[in-house]
């Protein structure tokens, strides 16, 4: 870190206990549960809960990282704090603080997958103590449930309000369904170049059952989130997607050169 620059991570109590809540949620939500093929044993789900909120830490810390170290919105010369910014719903974004965030959630998703792989799970897997399903497959578990906890870190930002583009652009985040299609894409990239083959075994269909699953985990309305899916298929939609993309590819070519 440069000198006399007082930058650091801040995440409050505040932060930890929402995370928290999110990591009991999961961990006892039977139709997430049954999604995930994963049945576990009883005196052990504390044991994914505790994952569960290892992946959520590991992400966040991860995510401000990556704003530092990439110097977004002058992080490198402001006092930073985790919870205004990624969870409070606030006006003033635009399509550039958009594709900030999306940057960061992409190298919080290599950081963190490279840390749940370090060991091949050895460190997690054998204390979940699972029945069925991808017992035999902990890769393939690992990697659904790091999916699941960080699509429930994003809906801490949705509302179930009706979608527009005005809306949308306006916004400092991304909205939560975009996010989470842009860390499946992360995830399939890294499992290509990390781990051959395992690409392969991540059907899109799970993928969409499992984030529904995370919606209602949470006590969302699964309606208006699907109403808001919807909205994606719309020529508005359309038009804010390839904005995004359009956006993100212009900053990676000019990191590239940098
Ligand atoms: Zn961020």
Known sequence: MPDGCGSFIGITSGLVFKIADNATMLSQHPRL???????????????????????????????????????????????????PQEIQIVGGGNLKSQIEECVADQTATLMVLKNLFEDDGARWLPHLAYKSGFANDGPMLLI??????????????????????????????????????????????????????????IPHAQFVLLVHATVAALNHDINRYLEQESFWTSRDGDAYRTRLRAGLGDYYRRSSVD
Not at 34 to 53: H, S, T, W, Y
Not at 55 to 61: A, C, K, R
Not at 66 to 77: N, S, Y
């Open 33 to 83: 549960l049954d999604v995930l093929e994963l049945e576990v044993v009883k005196d052990k789900r504390n044991n994914l809960q505790a994952l569960f909120f290892y992946i959520l830490f590991n992400f966040i810390v991860c995510h401000e990282y990556a704003h530092l170290i990439e110097d977004h919105d002058g992080a490198l010369t402001i006092n930073r704090s985790a919870v």
């Open 144 to 201: 659904w449930l790091f999916v699941v906890a960080v699509t429930s870190f994003f809906l801490l930002r949705f509302r179930p309000s009706r979608l527009t583009l005005s809306a949308l652009i306006e916004a400092t985040h991304p909205h939560p369904a975009m996010r989470i299609g842009r860390i499946m894409d992360a995830v399939v990239s890294w499992c290509a170049q990390v781990r051959p083959g395992l690409e392969a075994c």
